[in-house]
């Protein structure tokens, strides 16, 4: 009887927590963490990545609107800089409220983009960055940026205005990660709001399938 050899090819497929799914077992650059803080008159943004490129390109991008990005400041790093974390100080912005993102890129022009955090100039401000998946059977992610530490309340309505959630949050000063499991809502579009106890509002939208 003959032997046989059997191969087992696997396909590894990773999400990185720059949101980006990479169908691949070498994932170039993974973002450690995002932070930021308001210094004076000038906001500050610090980062850390795992870095498998011998040259990332650094895109820093700020939004007054969390849709439209520009580039305000961009450069090179090898990978023996990689190692370290990175800053930025942005003396330029004006708007009240800034978004900001880090895209990382690759020689073949492939870039990564970062999760998106929010700096204020008012003490009292928050916003919800991003709702993620937009489209689930239920388990959301859900980003809020806080000028301060606060109380909030989440509400989440159905199309039609009628109320089908409500929890507390408890906002630490910068970004927050709120996990919702909304299993028991009835299918369509919902619209979710947040109210701090200054009542600044913030809304944002997903679909429940």
């Known amino acids: 009887m003959k032997n046989k050899l059997l191969l087992i090819v696997f396909t590894l497929t990773c999400v990185d927590l720059f949101g980006q799914v990479l169908l691949t077992d070498s994932i170039p650059v993974r973002l450690s963490?995002?932070?930021?803080?308001?210094l004076g008159n000038n906001n500050r943004i610090d980062w850390k990545v795992a870095c498998f490129l011998q040259h990332a390109n650094f895109e820093i991008q700020r939004s007054a609107d969390n849709i439209n990005f520009e580039t305000v400041h961009s450069f090179q790093a090898d990978e023996l800089r990689c190692r370290e974390p990175f800053f930025y100080t942005d003396n330029t912005a004006t708007s009240d409220k800034s978004f900001y993102r880090i895209k990382v890129g690759d020689?073949?022009?492939?870039?990564?983009?970062?999760?998106?955090?929010?700096l204020y100039k008012s003490p009292d401000k928050m916003d919800i960055t991003a709702i993620t998946p937009s489209i689930s059977t239920g388990t959301f992610s859900l980003q809020v940026s806080s000028a301060s530490a606060d109380k909030a309340d989440i509400i989440i309505t159905t199309s039609g205005g009628k109320i089908v959630h409500q929890q507390s949050l408890r906002m630490q000063k910068g970004n927050n990660t709120v996990n919702l499991i909304l299993n028991h809502l009835p299918a369509g579009i919902h619209y979710i709001t947040i109210i701090s106890s200054t009542r600044q509002v913030s809304k944002s939208s997903f679909i429940k399938i």
């Not at 963490?33 to 308001?38: A, D």
């Not at 020689?107 to 929010?118: P, T």
Request: hydrophobic share 35%.
């Open 33 to 38: 963490y995002i932070n930021g803080e308001r």
């Open 107 to 118: 020689i073949d022009g492939r870039f990564y983009s970062s999760g998106i955090i929010a």
